[in-house]
Every structure is written in structure tokens, then in C-alpha cells.
């Protein structure tokens, strides 16, 4: 028995005993030819970035499917990030935030940008992070790439996280640090914060 746990633009999000079906559905705008190039194009691109990252990280690793618009994955059960952090005592919030920081650094040294980085995409099983959803993830080894990654994540803890969100983000940043070009994608994420508080 199938049943929709989500649902965005792109993709409709299917759980089926144990695993999720990630089903790129049509868009009826488009010309169906493109359509389907579009759609099998995009399906391929994040099925390879999931079975790289799940080398890397924890993330779902995708299971071979026939159909050319679905990846098929285990299904993770555990505690959405975005609902569930501020429900924890501090020190447990900072530990799964520097926990974030090495994980997104190992990410970044193998030239993997998630995109959409925030506590929405990320769940918490048995005090292990998953990392969900490369939609919107791509491979690039530009500091700017990855200041992105990271001012996306700040946004997400500022909006979701209030309360706490300025300490969290620090321990983000000590476990980022691991990585071999902290520095350097520190120092750009400031230019990327003074080109957004320009726009508003």
C-alpha cells in the first residue's frame, strides 16, 4: 500500500512499506517530449548524487528501479530536524549541530553542494543525521557553491530556530572547520551575507 508523505513542484513522495518513491511528476506547461527529457535528466542527476553522498555521509541510498522518473529508497524513520530540534535540551541541539557542520564538510571536500540545505532535510535516527532530498544538489568545487550551502543553513536555523539559532550555527562552523577550505568558504559565506542584507 502506497501513501503520499509529501508532495513539492517537482515531486510527489511515496511510502511504500519500507522505502520512499521520490516520483517526478509531468508538467502538463511543457512540451511532453521535453518533459520527459527533463524529468528522466533530473532523476538521473540526483540518483547519482544520492548514491555518492551515501558514500560519503549517511543519506538514503537509491535502489535500482526500472522506471525512469522514480528513485526508489529505504525509508529512514526518525525525527525531522526542523520539528523536532528545538524540542531537545541545548547541549543535544549543539551536538547534532556540530554532528551537521562535519557531515556538510565532508560533503563539500567531495564537491557535493545539497542545495537545500535545512533542518527540513535532515532527520534524526537514534542520535544519527540523515541527510534527505538532492533535488537541488549539484557537484562543484567553488567556494561560492558552498557558502551558499551554508548561508542556506544558517537562514533555516535563524527561521526555525530562534531561539538558540546564533550558538547552534557556531557549533555548525566547528565542525565544519574540518574541512581542508574552511576558511576560505568562511570568509566568502560573509560576502555572501552582505550581498543578502543589501537586497532586503
Known amino acids: 500500500m502506497e501513501k503520499i508523505i509529501g508532495k513539492g513542484a517537482e515531486a510527489i513522495i511515496l511510502k511504500q512499506k519500507n522505502f520512499v518513491i521520490k516520483n517526478r511528476i509531468p508538467k502538463s506547461y511543457r512540451i511532453k517530449e521535453l518533459d520527459e527529457k527533463i524529468r528522466r535528466t533530473r532523476t538521473k542527476k540526483e540518483t ?4 555518492k553522498a551515501s558514500e560519503i555521509i ?5 535502489l535500482f528501479t526500472p522506471e ?13 530536524l526542523s520539528e523536532h530540534l528545538n524540542k531537545f ?7 547534532i549541530c556540530r554532528q551537521i557542520g562535519i557531515s556538510v564538510a565532508k560533503l563539500h571536500d567531495n564537491k557535493i553542494i545539497h542545495g537545500d540545505l ?36 544558517r537562514q533555516a536555523l535563524e ?11 557556531k557549533e555548525v562552523f566547528k565542525g565544519y ?12 559565506l560573509k560576502a555572501v551575507e ?3 542584507r543589501y537586497k532586503h
Open 48 to 51: 547519482k548524487l544520492l548514491i
Open 58 to 62: 549517511n543519506a538514503p541510498k537509491p
Open 68 to 80: 525512469p522518473n522514480k528513485i526508489k529508497m529505504p525509508f529512514i524513520s526518525g525525527k525531522k
Open 89 to 95: 535540551p541545548l547541549k543535544k541541539q549543539k551536538q
Open 118 to 153: 535545512t533542518t527540513s532535510n535532515i532527520i534524526l535516527k537514534k542520535d544519527e543525521i540523515y541527510f534527505i532530498d538532492f533535488g537541488l544538489g549539484f557537484i562543484s568545487d567553488k567556494y561560492e557553491d558552498k557558502a551558499v550551502d551554508l548561508h542556506l543553513l
Open 159 to 169: 527561521a526555525k530556530h530562534f531561539k538558540n539559532w546564533k550558538e547552534l550555527l
Open 177 to 188: 572547520s574540518k574541512s581542508k577550505n574552511s576558511k576560505i568558504v568562511f570568509e566568502r
Open 194 to 196: 552582505k550581498r543578502g
